[in-house]
T-cell receptor, first 114, second 113 residues
Framework: DAGITQSPRHKVTETGTPVTLRCHQT?????MYWYRQDPGHGLRLIHY???????DKGEVSDGYSVSRSKTEDFLLTLESATSSQTSVYFC?????????????FGPGTRLTVT | SQKIEQNSEALNIQEGKTATLTCNYT??????LQWYRQDPGRGPVFLLL?????KEKRKERLKVTFDTTLKQSLFHITASQPADSATYLC????????????FGKGTTLSVSS
Protein backbone atom coordinates (compact mmCIF):
# COMPACT_ATOMS: atom_id res chain seq x y z
CA ASP A 1 0.00 0.00 0.00
CA ALA A 2 2.80 2.40 -0.96
CA GLY A 3 3.78 3.36 2.58
CA ILE A 4 0.35 4.49 3.71
CA THR A 5 -1.23 3.37 6.94
CA GLN A 6 -4.62 4.20 8.36
CA SER A 7 -5.72 3.91 11.95
CA PRO A 8 -7.89 2.56 13.27
CA ARG A 9 -8.79 -0.03 10.66
CA HIS A 10 -12.19 -0.66 12.19
CA LYS A 11 -14.23 1.44 14.58
CA VAL A 12 -17.72 1.31 15.99
CA THR A 13 -18.96 4.45 17.65
CA GLU A 14 -22.19 5.95 18.86
CA THR A 15 -24.12 8.79 17.29
CA GLY A 16 -22.99 12.16 18.57
CA THR A 17 -19.47 11.15 19.57
CA PRO A 18 -16.37 12.69 18.00
CA VAL A 19 -14.18 10.44 15.90
CA THR A 20 -10.70 11.03 14.45
CA LEU A 21 -9.19 8.90 11.74
CA ARG A 22 -5.49 9.05 11.04
CA CYS A 23 -3.57 8.67 7.81
CA HIS A 24 0.19 8.33 7.91
CA GLN A 25 2.52 8.21 4.90
CA THR A 26 6.21 7.51 4.56
CA UNK A 27 6.48 8.60 0.90
CA UNK A 28 6.87 12.35 1.51
CA UNK A 29 4.12 13.05 -1.04
CA UNK A 30 2.74 16.57 -1.06
CA UNK A 31 -0.93 15.81 -1.62
CA MET A 32 -3.13 13.82 0.72
CA TYR A 33 -6.82 13.01 0.39
CA TRP A 34 -9.71 11.57 2.34
CA TYR A 35 -12.44 9.69 0.49
CA ARG A 36 -15.48 7.77 1.58
CA GLN A 37 -16.80 4.77 -0.31
CA ASP A 38 -20.42 3.70 -0.09
CA PRO A 39 -22.46 1.19 -2.08
CA GLY A 40 -24.21 2.95 -4.92
CA HIS A 41 -22.03 6.05 -4.68
CA GLY A 42 -18.51 4.96 -5.35
CA LEU A 43 -15.57 6.92 -4.03
CA ARG A 44 -16.27 10.53 -3.06
CA LEU A 45 -13.73 13.12 -2.01
CA ILE A 46 -14.22 14.60 1.46
CA HIS A 47 -11.19 16.89 1.88
CA TYR A 48 -7.71 17.09 0.53
CA UNK A 49 -4.44 18.75 1.48
CA UNK A 50 -1.87 20.28 -0.83
CA UNK A 51 0.71 20.95 1.87
CA UNK A 52 1.20 21.33 5.60
CA UNK A 53 -1.68 23.39 6.98
CA UNK A 54 -3.14 23.76 3.44
CA UNK A 55 -6.44 22.00 2.97
CA ASP A 56 -9.54 22.31 0.83
CA LYS A 57 -13.02 20.86 0.67
CA GLY A 58 -14.17 18.09 -1.58
CA GLU A 59 -17.55 16.97 -2.79
CA VAL A 60 -18.91 15.73 0.56
CA SER A 61 -17.19 17.83 3.23
CA ASP A 62 -20.18 18.67 5.44
CA GLY A 63 -19.76 17.19 8.92
CA TYR A 64 -16.02 16.61 8.48
CA SER A 65 -12.91 18.58 9.28
CA VAL A 66 -9.26 17.85 8.58
CA SER A 67 -5.87 18.90 9.80
CA ARG A 68 -2.35 18.46 8.55
CA SER A 69 0.38 19.64 10.88
CA LYS A 70 3.12 17.43 9.39
CA THR A 71 3.79 16.24 5.87
CA GLU A 72 3.26 12.63 6.86
CA ASP A 73 0.01 12.89 8.80
CA PHE A 74 -3.50 13.84 7.69
CA LEU A 75 -6.32 13.63 10.21
CA LEU A 76 -10.02 13.39 9.46
CA THR A 77 -12.40 14.36 12.27
CA LEU A 78 -16.09 13.76 12.56
CA GLU A 79 -17.07 16.32 15.18
CA SER A 80 -20.36 14.59 16.02
CA ALA A 81 -20.78 11.30 14.21
CA THR A 82 -24.09 10.48 12.54
CA SER A 83 -25.37 7.20 11.12
CA SER A 84 -25.04 8.64 7.60
CA GLN A 85 -21.29 8.74 8.16
CA THR A 86 -21.13 4.97 8.42
CA SER A 87 -18.80 4.15 5.56
CA VAL A 88 -15.38 2.93 4.50
CA TYR A 89 -12.87 5.77 4.56
CA PHE A 90 -9.80 5.76 2.36
CA CYS A 91 -6.78 7.96 2.56
CA UNK A 92 -4.76 8.57 -0.59
CA UNK A 93 -1.57 10.38 -1.50
CA UNK A 94 -0.11 11.72 -4.70
CA UNK A 95 2.99 13.47 -5.93
CA UNK A 96 2.46 16.38 -8.33
CA UNK A 97 5.67 15.45 -10.11
CA UNK A 98 4.24 12.15 -11.30
CA UNK A 99 2.85 12.62 -14.79
CA UNK A 100 0.22 9.92 -14.45
CA UNK A 101 -1.40 11.77 -11.51
CA UNK A 102 -1.89 8.42 -9.86
CA UNK A 103 -3.13 8.31 -6.35
CA UNK A 104 -1.93 5.69 -3.90
CA PHE A 105 -4.58 4.48 -1.51
CA GLY A 106 -4.34 3.21 2.02
CA PRO A 107 -6.05 0.04 3.26
CA GLY A 108 -9.18 1.83 4.46
CA THR A 109 -10.99 2.33 7.76
CA ARG A 110 -14.41 0.80 8.25
CA LEU A 111 -16.46 3.10 10.48
CA THR A 112 -19.83 2.12 11.88
CA VAL A 113 -21.94 4.73 13.66
CA THR A 114 -24.73 3.18 15.73
CA SER B 1 -23.07 18.68 -12.81
CA GLN B 2 -20.23 16.43 -13.85
CA LYS B 3 -21.30 12.83 -14.11
CA ILE B 4 -19.38 9.65 -14.73
CA GLU B 5 -21.02 6.29 -15.32
CA GLN B 6 -19.72 2.78 -15.70
CA ASN B 7 -22.07 0.82 -17.85
CA SER B 8 -22.71 -2.13 -15.60
CA GLU B 9 -22.26 -3.05 -12.00
CA ALA B 10 -21.17 -6.59 -12.82
CA LEU B 11 -19.63 -8.43 -15.74
CA ASN B 12 -19.15 -12.19 -15.88
CA ILE B 13 -16.91 -13.77 -18.50
CA GLN B 14 -15.05 -17.00 -19.11
CA GLU B 15 -11.32 -17.36 -18.76
CA GLY B 16 -9.45 -16.56 -21.94
CA LYS B 17 -12.07 -14.14 -23.26
CA THR B 18 -11.66 -10.39 -23.56
CA ALA B 19 -13.42 -8.31 -20.94
CA THR B 20 -14.61 -4.87 -22.04
CA LEU B 21 -15.67 -2.29 -19.48
CA THR B 22 -17.22 1.04 -20.37
CA CYS B 23 -16.95 4.44 -18.74
CA ASN B 24 -19.11 7.33 -19.95
CA TYR B 25 -19.06 10.91 -18.74
CA THR B 26 -21.15 14.02 -19.23
CA UNK B 27 -20.86 17.75 -18.64
CA UNK B 28 -17.11 17.73 -18.62
CA UNK B 29 -14.11 17.60 -20.89
CA UNK B 30 -11.40 15.92 -18.83
CA UNK B 31 -7.80 16.19 -19.85
CA UNK B 32 -7.09 12.77 -18.41
CA LEU B 33 -8.90 9.62 -17.45
CA GLN B 34 -7.58 6.92 -15.13
CA TRP B 35 -8.46 3.32 -14.43
CA TYR B 36 -8.01 1.66 -11.04
CA ARG B 37 -8.43 -1.87 -9.77
CA GLN B 38 -9.94 -2.57 -6.35
CA ASP B 39 -9.92 -5.92 -4.61
CA PRO B 40 -12.37 -6.67 -1.77
CA GLY B 41 -11.32 -5.05 1.48
CA ARG B 42 -8.50 -3.08 -0.08
CA GLY B 43 -7.89 0.36 -1.51
CA PRO B 44 -7.89 1.03 -5.25
CA VAL B 45 -4.67 0.50 -7.18
CA PHE B 46 -3.77 2.65 -10.19
CA LEU B 47 -3.57 0.85 -13.54
CA LEU B 48 -3.45 3.31 -16.42
CA LEU B 49 -3.88 6.94 -17.38
CA UNK B 50 -4.92 8.09 -20.82
CA UNK B 51 -4.79 11.68 -22.03
CA UNK B 52 -7.37 13.43 -24.19
CA UNK B 53 -4.99 13.52 -27.14
CA UNK B 54 -4.29 9.77 -26.91
CA LYS B 55 -6.65 7.38 -28.62
CA GLU B 56 -5.28 4.23 -27.04
CA LYS B 57 -2.93 3.12 -24.29
CA ARG B 58 -1.66 -0.39 -23.63
CA LYS B 59 -0.02 -2.10 -20.69
CA GLU B 60 0.57 -5.83 -20.90
CA ARG B 61 -2.91 -7.40 -21.32
CA LEU B 62 -4.69 -4.11 -20.66
CA LYS B 63 -5.87 -1.67 -23.31
CA VAL B 64 -7.67 1.61 -22.74
CA THR B 65 -9.28 3.81 -25.37
CA PHE B 66 -10.51 7.37 -24.98
CA ASP B 67 -13.06 8.89 -27.36
CA THR B 68 -13.63 12.53 -26.45
CA THR B 69 -16.36 12.86 -29.09
CA LEU B 70 -18.41 10.03 -27.60
CA LYS B 71 -17.26 11.04 -24.09
CA GLN B 72 -16.35 7.43 -23.45
CA SER B 73 -13.44 5.27 -22.36
CA LEU B 74 -13.25 1.54 -22.94
CA PHE B 75 -11.09 -0.72 -20.77
CA HIS B 76 -10.15 -4.10 -22.20
CA ILE B 77 -8.50 -7.07 -20.53
CA THR B 78 -7.41 -9.63 -23.09
CA ALA B 79 -6.91 -13.31 -22.31
CA SER B 80 -8.66 -12.80 -19.01
CA GLN B 81 -7.75 -14.91 -15.99
CA PRO B 82 -9.57 -15.65 -12.72
CA ALA B 83 -6.95 -13.44 -11.03
CA ASP B 84 -8.36 -10.50 -12.98
CA SER B 85 -11.57 -10.75 -10.98
CA ALA B 86 -11.95 -7.43 -9.14
CA THR B 87 -13.80 -4.16 -9.27
CA TYR B 88 -12.51 -1.70 -11.83
CA LEU B 89 -13.00 2.03 -11.37
CA CYS B 90 -12.63 4.79 -13.88
CA UNK B 91 -11.82 8.29 -12.73
CA UNK B 92 -11.87 11.66 -14.44
CA UNK B 93 -9.03 13.96 -13.58
CA UNK B 94 -11.03 17.15 -13.32
CA UNK B 95 -8.28 19.73 -12.87
CA UNK B 96 -4.92 20.44 -14.43
CA UNK B 97 -3.03 19.81 -11.22
CA UNK B 98 -4.33 16.26 -11.27
CA UNK B 99 -5.51 16.48 -7.70
CA UNK B 100 -9.25 16.26 -8.22
CA UNK B 101 -10.59 12.89 -9.26
CA UNK B 102 -14.22 12.03 -9.91
CA PHE B 103 -14.75 8.29 -9.65
CA GLY B 104 -17.30 6.08 -11.28
CA LYS B 105 -19.08 3.52 -9.13
CA GLY B 106 -17.10 0.67 -10.59
CA THR B 107 -17.75 -2.53 -12.50
CA THR B 108 -17.16 -5.84 -10.76
CA LEU B 109 -15.57 -8.32 -13.12
CA SER B 110 -15.79 -12.04 -12.43
CA VAL B 111 -13.70 -14.37 -14.58
CA SER B 112 -14.63 -18.03 -14.31
CA SER B 113 -12.32 -20.90 -15.19
Amino acid sequence: DAGITQSPRHKVTETGTPVTLRCHQTENHRYMYWYRQDPGHGLRLIHYSYGVKDTDKGEVSDGYSVSRSKTEDFLLTLESATSSQTSVYFCAISDPGVETYEQYFGPGTRLTVT
Amino acid sequence: SQKIEQNSEALNIQEGKTATLTCNYTNYSPAYLQWYRQDPGRGPVFLLLIRENEKEKRKERLKVTFDTTLKQSLFHITASQPADSATYLCALVSNQAGTALIFGKGTTLSVSS
